[in-house]
């Protein structure tokens, strides 16, 4: 069973807000934030800015998931610890890390921005071995152990349902087990927040190259077109989605720029778009992508 958040303490939804008095501010403020970044929140009843500041904070810090806590001082009720903190206005909004204030504002916010907050008072303490998670999980995909990474990368969606790392490993697991469909259906249901991500971009590409490869023709069969005539066009093409579906990623990129070096234009640009597609499906620092990208630079520059 995967297990993470090792570097937060996770809490029920009810536990991470709590009414913090002067008799348990040390315990519930200072030392839980040795643990847990906490949020403390300085309001009163007859504080109308804190009406609308105080629910969005704490919604905000209940989608956090336990990587933040929450802390409600009444500074009415707690004129001594507002006095030692140098409260003057309400509502205030301290973070406390390590036992020490590291962030906070006065006065209510957009929701937008106090939910930037909170990301950003959750994110001191790390991510919980999410990132070591998903290293894994690439070790285990590149090994071919897809099984297992998607297993991984599904336990790192539960915890952060918007983790284009994540969600973008798990698509190209479930292709790499030849579950097109399914891989659709997750590309089809990718969060607004992150459809736009190089992750989910290279998962994009992956799928249409899997798409492709289900029909690509023979290896063989097409290079002995090629061969026959060279300006066979539609021959040099298919022969470049079958050379990576069967794996030759360097050679379907070498076939690609021949046939952009012959007819840049021919079929409305295709061999350019194949290209990018194969370069968004690898990884950025793939040699094949960087040597590829020059030598098309090199051709539309000359």
Request: proline share 5%.
């Amino acid at each position: 069973m995967l297990e993470f958040g090792q570097n937060t303490v996770e809490a029920p939804a009810g536990d991470l807000i709590r009414d913090v008095s002067e008799a348990d501010f040390m315990a519930e403020v200072i030392d839980a934030s040795n643990e847990v970044p906490v949020i403390v929140d300085f309001w009163a009843p007859w504080c109308g800015p804190c009406k609308t500041l105080g629910p969005a904070l704490e919604a905000a810090v209940t989608a956090a998931k336990g990587k933040v806590r929450m802390a409600k001082v009444n500074v009415d009720e707690n004129q001594t610890i507002a006095a030692q903190l140098r409260i003057q206005s309400i509502p205030t909004v301290y973070a406390f890390w390590q036992g020490k204030p590291v962030d906070g504002f006065q006065g209510a916010l957009p929701g937008s921005e106090i939910k930037t907050f909170v990301e950003r008072v959750g994110a001191l303490a790390g991510d919980g071995g999410l990132g070591e998670a998903l290293d894994a999980a690439d070790a285990m995909l590149a090994e071919g152990a897809a099984v297992d990474a998607a297993e991984t990368y599904a336990a790192v969606l539960g915890e952060e349902p918007e983790n284009a790392r994540a969600l973008g490993g798990l698509i190209a697991a479930h292709l790499a087990l030849g579950n097109t469909d399914q891989a659709e259906g997750f590309l089809n249901a990718v969060p607004e927040a992150i459809a736009h991500a190089p992750e989910i971009e290279a998962a994009r590409a992956k799928l249409a190259l899997a798409r492709q490869a289900a029909n690509a023709g023979p290896v063989a069969e097409l290079q002995a077109k090629v061969d026959a005539d060279p300006a066979d066009h539609q021959a040099r093409f298919d022969l470049a989605q079958a050379l990576y579906a069967n794996g030759q990623a360097e050679a379907a990129v070498e076939a690609l720029l021949e046939l952009f070096r012959r007819d840049r234009e021919w079929n409305d640009g295709a061999a350019k778009a194949q290209l990018f597609t194969i370069f968004d499906a690898l990884k950025p620092n793939d040699p094949v992508v960087q040597k590829g990208r020059r030598k098309l630079s090199s051709m539309i520059f000359a």
